[in-house]
């Protein structure tokens, strides 16, 4: 048992070296959206492919929101440093409510637009079923 106490030391210094490494590397940072351009490209990506019409941006670059020709929704959400495309399904329900869109088929996203956002809402705000 006296050989623990320097193993789990050692380990403790090993785990906070890496936490150290990591945070230097800037893997700490979230991912944020410069640029409609920026978000067009990270659409274009989408499997199956996604050509916006129309592009949305959160104000922080948190998040976009798009639509393509085809009348097709889609968003990208944050996942650590990186994005992930998501494509709603038709009909999903997008709300704005005090200038920020609530999207009930993501619940833990919201968007507030530069823009207003209304223009992306399909729900009345003041629907507070389901």
Do not use: C, Y
């Not at 959400?77 to 409510?97: C, K, M």
């Not at 200038?99 to 619940?107: D, F, H, T």
């Amino acid at each position: 048992m006296p050989g623990a106490l320097p193993q789990l030391l050692g380990s403790l210094v090993a785990v906070v070296a890496i936490v150290a490494v990591t945070w230097a590397l800037g893997f700490r940072r979230a991912a944020r959206i410069e640029s409609h351009d920026e978000a067009r490209e990270l659409f274009s990506l989408a499997p199956g492919g996604f050509e916006p019409v129309a592009i949305e941006l959160d104000r922080q670059g948190r998040a976009a929101i798009a639509r393509d020709r085809q009348g097709r929704v889609a968003v990208l959400v944050p996942h650590g440093n990186q994005f992930v495309f998501r494509l709603l399904a038709p009909g999903s329900p997008i709300s704005a409510e005090g200038g920020v869109l609530a999207i009930r088929a993501l619940p833990a996203v919201k968007i507030e637009p530069e823009g207003d956002a209304r223009v992306w809402a399909n729900t009345d705000s003041s629907d507070n079923s389901g």
